[in-house]
């Protein structure tokens, strides 16, 4: 009997992925829960083990192929089934295939245990963190030709960099009177991550009429209640950023205009009002923008919100986030105020509704009102930028928004006053 390992549903509406990694090679020898493939899907990157020992006949899809849900990955031959009744063993098979646990979140890679199986029978790959492998995948590098020097031959990052500048090929033109080194055109394939990223920003903006409000925020009161805040979070480990801040001045912001908290189902022609505040926070990551979502973060305080926003950009750098830790958000916060810039028009994440966009917190001479008198001062300045999709939300709404939660960021008490109202 040769058994059909499928791609199974793994829920969230995902109907397709990418074959990012195969981890095993046609006539290798699998165990069961041994690692055979990685597979990229729009929200999450899961890893597929076998659910039965036996021999690989095929691999049916090669690495960065797309793949639909029921599609068959790996035609395994089961290991001798000791006399077992084969249609007992097509049951065992059937329970396995609906079995969700199947799908997990990308982790750091499985050992094969070599007292179980013959060395021949032992795939040796280099150990190298997630983030290194997709990158080597998108560049066409093996890892295996990469000398490791980190603990247990580990590839580090600056082995693969270093590694990488000397691939790329260059050669030198002669001029007459001067020799000129001229390097060559690199194709890098639209894969993984990347990829994901095109499709899903091509689909907001071909879905969603983008509009962007701008508005400058003075810092001074936020930023002192984050200095104060930063030594109780130093003896707790938990470091206090303003997004957690920033996140609790949107709750009551986001109450009074619901329309902001919504998504637009076209296929129904309705607007989802949604009940609970799920804020998306944008990480950058070696490989790309990925998305982790604070689930009710309307019912959360001051330092819960600060250790998940913490705790989800390591998850996401590392490559360790699940499904649920990427799905169902409501609105979305992206900051770039660390790299710089006055102002941007950030993307929607489509199908939500707005999106903001945190820039530069800097230094400006702005003028004040000072016992009725205007003053020049020097305040800590930043810019907001809410996108918002105007099919759903005018930009009158889009303003009066953006002018509430200034209101709360530049007066944090308030947020104790409108407690319970």
């Known amino acids: 009997m040769t058994y059909e390992f499928k791609f199974a549903d793994p829920g969230e509406g995902v109907h397709e992925g990418e074959v990012l990694q195969w981890h095993v090679t046609v006539g290798e ?36 192929d797309i793949i639909k849900v029921g599609d068959i990955l790996v035609r395994i031959e089961p290991k001798s089934t000791g006399g077992k009744n084969l249609e007992l063993i097509k049951e065992d098979l059937k329970k396995v295939e609906e079995d969700d646990s199947l799908f997990t979140a990308a982790t750091p890679f499985k050992k094969i245990e070599t007292s179980d199986l013959n060395q021949s029978e032992v795939k040796k790959e280099p150990i190298a963190a997630p983030s290194i492998r997709r990158q080597a995948r998108e560049l066409g590098i093996s890892l295996s030709d990469i000398p490791g020097t980190g603990p247990a031959g580990r590839i580090t990052r600056e082995d693969f960099q270093s590694f990488s500048v000397q691939k790329s090929t260059s050669r030198v033109v002669s001029s007459g009177r001067n020799d000129i080194i001229q390097r060559e055109d690199q194709s890098i394939p639209l894969r993984g991550l990347r990829r994901n990223i095109s499709k899903a920003m091509r689909k907001s903006k071909d879905t ?13 009161a936020l930023e002192a209640l984050r200095q104060d805040a930063k030594p109780l979070g130093e003896k707790n480990g938990i470091k206090i950023t303003y997004i957690p801040l920033i996140i609790k001045c949107l709750i009551p912001t986001l109450r009074k205009f ?30 790309g923008l990925v998305v982790p979502v604070i689930k009710n973060a309307d019912q959360k305080g001051i330092w819960d919100l600060a250790q998940e ?21 409501s609105f979305t916060i992206t900051s770039v105020g660390n790299i710089g810039g006055f102002a941007a028009t950030p993307i929607i994440r ?13 230094l400006r001479p702005v003028v004040i009102e000072q016992n009725g008198k205007p003053e020049i001062a020097i305040r800590k300045i930043m810019m907001l930028s809410l996108t918002i999709d105007h099919r759903v939300v005018d930009g009158a709404v889009g303003a009066m928004f953006t ?19």
């Open 208 to 220: 969603a009429a983008h509009y962007t409000y701008f508005e400058e925020v003075d810092m001074t």
């Open 309 to 329: 926003v913490q705790s989800l950009a390591e998850k996401a750098r590392n490559g360790l986030l699940s499904l649920d830790d990427v799905t169902g958000g």
């Open 350 to 362: 489509w199908p939500e509704i707005a999106i903001l966009g945190l820039m530069r917190n800097k």
């Open 29 to 64: 020898i699998v165990k069961n829960e041994q690692l055979l493939v990685e597979i990229m899907t729009e929200k999450v990157t899961v890893e597929l083990t076998s659910p039965i020992s036996g021999k690989i006949l095929s691999l049916e899809f090669q690495e960065g």
């Open 403 to 421: 002018n509430e939660l200034t209101k709360y960021m530049e007066n944090p008490a308030l947020l104790l006053l409108n407690e319970g109202l």
């Open 258 to 287: 619901p329309y902001l908290n919504s998504s637009l189902d076209d296929e129904k022609g309705e607007i989802v009002l949604k009940g609970a505040i799920n804020i998306g926070i944008a990480v950058n990551t070696d490989n």
